[in-house]
């Protein structure tokens, strides 16, 4: 082996200890029943949004494509469940925009469409063919198109591919499920991924709160019969957040950094989320695209906190109902986990692909805490993954001044939420730095 | 939904710190030194540490309210103020002259700047400063430990070892363990070492201050008076080193933000105090090394402002250069 593998993990900068409320880590996931109507928006990822390619009152049957997009950076939309479409609606995604979104009412028999079949992917060009057409994109909540991640220029050689099983953030178990239920299509789709990509070297990053996840799917990397040449290996990472980010990932694992505005393809890796590999691996099987999703649905609002395997439609108030409903009148409704989930208006709103998690708070752990001074106590700074100054970055986006702000390097904020959580006069820091970003964005400043 | 959703931006988690749990650690850590103070200098040095105490709260809740401002006495911190000019002062000083060092410090130095986290020099170390020019033999007017067992009022005054020191009579200066453990003439809080570090590794283990400045600023202290051939120990433990090191340069507002800044800033402190006890006028250097160090803070973040993820060394250098 040319490249060695790291004993323990490489030292990262800053962090935080956040709770784990791993409650769902030791249950069997449940799957869901098909609901009787699914509202399947267009764009369930970062890129162009789909155009339909059925129109109201077709039939369609459970993997058939409905919706894809002429732009690369895009992924194809297929049904979870067999039906008629009934219109043509529009929903409000997370984020706030409104798209388009086919709403199809299901006939629940869950006939599977002819189209799915095992996809030929023998050749490189082939297999990431295959990765678009099985409408993969980033599970572990980014939602960026996998063909467009493994498509890697030529010029840059890629020599490791890092499975992120970190799940840093608190309540979410998605992944941890995944890996207990489903570590054989794990190490499946990991060699698909490696052998197509001819990388030499996959380490399985999983935070050390997961003991039972180490080792399983370290019982599998060992074995001289599942892992012939040794490629595959385990590292317990220390479990603090924000570990599964992916450049704080890339560093603990290999001790690289990713410059400012790059790629982590540009320092020689990939980072796939560990939920996606299996799926991938599931899919060259069985040519099944991305129809369903385990969710983990947690939060003091919640009555039977469990991880549920969805059909991606589903709306939230459904799957809530399948948890046993809410035990206390929900205050904050959140689509991810608790330090990056984006807080919805709305629990109609349906799962869509990149969702891991959906977290109810109720009314006392929703409350939302009062500003007061900055007291420079510089825990935003010691906690800054990013080595940043957030309180500066606040008080230059308060004051519009957009040339300190990208002095300050406001636009390497992954906003990770790390000085927002530690801030013990409640300073709203991401929100500021978001502002900052805009502000920096208008005045057209470069990179 | 029936109900309506509180929508806001991330993080929805808070770690639980607040301004006032972090004040009330502080005042927890200056726990053993004021009780120590209360032994050492009597009932005397108490009715100070009250005095000081409401004078700067009351201050900060009037100055607040005609400013017009909302009313921060909840967050603690001026009850830290009060606690820590009380420390810096005789304990033979007239409560009048402790109020009025009180106003000092939270009207003109803290809440004329802005309140919290706004003043560029520590409140406390400034009304002492303030008061040092204004009634130097007041502020001067030491006596010895356990002065009210003492019938006899000629045998109570006193001068300060560093004082001592500076007149050349080394040989009157108090042994190792009784500056240990505070029995000398000082300051109210400053003379009981013991009880001081105790406060420090309090502060440590809770989070609240990183070790970094006490170890620079008595680390620099060390190797000087090493270097210049004086008895380290009792450098250490003397004068308001010790109070100075672990509970006024290591104040959130007036101290670096960040760890390379702390260095630089405890250093510089460690400097300034031995160059003024050596080469100064002055017995002591404590307070004025600090707010001289204090006012440097915004130019040394500038200089050791740390280099984001991702930009290589080299480059960061260049760009500093550029600067």
């Known amino acids: 082996m040319e490249l060695a593998f790291p004993e323990k993990p490489f030292k990262t900068h800053g962090g935080a200890h956040v709770p784990h409320r791993k409650n769902t880590a030791q249950m069997e996931s449940a799957v869901m029943p098909p609901p009787t109507q699914v509202i399947i928006p267009m764009q369930q990822h970062v890129g162009a949004p789909c155009t339909p390619l059925v129109k109201v009152g077709d039939e369609v049957l459970v993997g058939q494509k409905i919706a894809d997009s002429m732009a690369f950076v895009s992924a194809p939309i297929h049904a979870s469940v067999s039906g008629k479409v009934r219109a043509v609606t529009q929903v409000m995604l997370s984020g706030g925009q409104y798209v388009d979104a086919l709403v199809i009412d299901s006939d629940g028999e869950m006939k599977i469409s002819p189209e799915v079949q095992p996809p030929k992917a023998d050749t490189r060009e082939s297999f990431l063919q295959a990765v678009r057409e099985s409408g993969l994109v980033g599970l572990g909540g980014a939602g960026f198109p996998a063909h467009v991640k493994l498509k890697v220029s030529p010029d840059k050689r890629i020599d490791t591919l890092i499975i992120n099983a970190a799940e840093c953030e608190p309540y979410i178990t998605a992944d941890h499920r995944e890996a207990l239920e489903n570590s054989w299509a794990v190490l499946s789709g990991i060699y698909a991924v490696k052998d197509m990509l001819e990388i030499e070297r996959v380490i399985i990053a999983v935070e050390d709160n997961k003991p039972d996840v180490i080792e399983t799917l370290r019982k599998m990397a060992d074995n001289e019969k599942l892992d012939p040449g040794n490629h595959v290996r385990v590292l317990a990472l220390h479990a603090s957040y924000p570990q599964g980010a992916e450049k704080v990932l890339i560093k603990s694992c290999t001790d690289r950094e990713v410059p400012m505005g790059k790629l982590p393809a540009d320092v020689g890796c990939i980072v796939m989320n560990i939920t996606s590999v299996a799926f991938l691996a599931n899919y060259l099987k069985t040519g099944m695209p991305l129809i369903k999703k385990r969710v983990t649905i947690d939060g003091s609002a919640i009555q039977y906190p469990q991880n549920v395997i969805v059909p991606i439609g589903t709306p939230i108030e459904e799957v809530i109902r399948f948890c046993g409903g809410y035990k206390a009148p929900p205050k904050k409704i959140l689509m991810g986990g608790p330090m990056m989930g984006i807080a919805i208006t709305d629990d109609s709103l349906p799962i869509v692909k990149q969702n891991n998690g959906i977290i109810c708070l109720d009314e006392e752990e929703a409350r939302l805490h009062e500003p007061t001074a900055c007291i420079r106590c510089g825990r935003c700074v010691s906690g800054c993954p990013m080595h940043l100054i957030p309180t500066m970055l606040e008080k230059y986006a308060e004051a519009k001044r957009a040339e300190e702000l990208q002095e300050y390097s406001v636009m390497d904020c992954m906003e990770c939420g790390t000085c927002a959580y530690n801030c013990p006069a409640h300073r709203p820091l991401v929100q500021a730095i978001r502002l900052g970003k805009a502000l920096v964005k208008s005045a057209g400043g470069k990179k | ?323």
């Open chain 2, 1 to 323: 939904m029936e109900q309506k959703l509180i929508v806001s931006p991330s993080p929805h988690l808070r770690s639980g710190a607040t301004t006032q749990k972090i004040m009330l650690d502080v005042i927890i850590a200056l726990t053993p030194a004021a009780i120590a103070s209360c032994i050492l200098f009597g009932v005397q040095a108490l009715i100070l540490i009250l005095t000081c105490v409401g004078s700067c709260v009351l201050a900060e809740y009037l100055s607040r309210r005609v400013m017009k401002r909302d009313n921060t006495i909840f967050d603690l911190s001026a009850v830290v103020t009060g606690i820590l000019l009380a420390f810096n002062l005789p304990v033979t000083i007239s409560p009048l002259i402790a109020i009025f060092g009180s106003v000092v410090a939270i009207v003109v130095v803290k809440q004329m700047f802005g309140g919290i986290g706004q003043n560029f020099v520590n409140p406390a170390l400034t009304a002492r400063i303030v008061l040092m020019a204004s009634f130097p033999a007041k502020m001067s007017n030491w006596v010895v430990p356990f002065w009210y067992r003492i019938g006899n009022p000629d045998a109570i005054t006193t001068a300060s070892p560093l004082g001592l020191l500076k007149q050349g009579a080394a040989d009157q200066l108090p042994n190792h363990l009784d500056m240990l453990l505070g029995a000398r003439a000082g300051c109210l809080g400053e003379t009981c070492a013991i009880a001081l570090l105790l406060g420090g590794i309090y502060l440590i283990v809770r989070k609240v201050i990183s070790p970094v400045i006490p170890l620079c600023y008595l680390g620099t202290v060390a190797v000087i008076s090493l270097l210049a051939g004086r008895d380290v120990i009792f450098e250490l433990l003397s004068g308001g080193l010790l109070l100075g090191s672990i509970f006024m340069a290591t104040d959130y507002t007036t101290s670096p933000i960040n760890r390379n800044g702390r260095i630089v800033f405890a250093v510089g402190c460690g400097i300034l105090t031995m160059l003024i006890r050596m080469f100064g006028s002055l017995p002591e250097g404590v307070s004025f090394s600090i707010i001289l160090m204090n006012i440097l803070v915004p130019h040394i973040e500038r200089m050791t402002r740390p280099r984001p993820f991702g930009v290589k060394k080299e480059k960061a250098k260049k760009e500093g250069a550029q600067e």
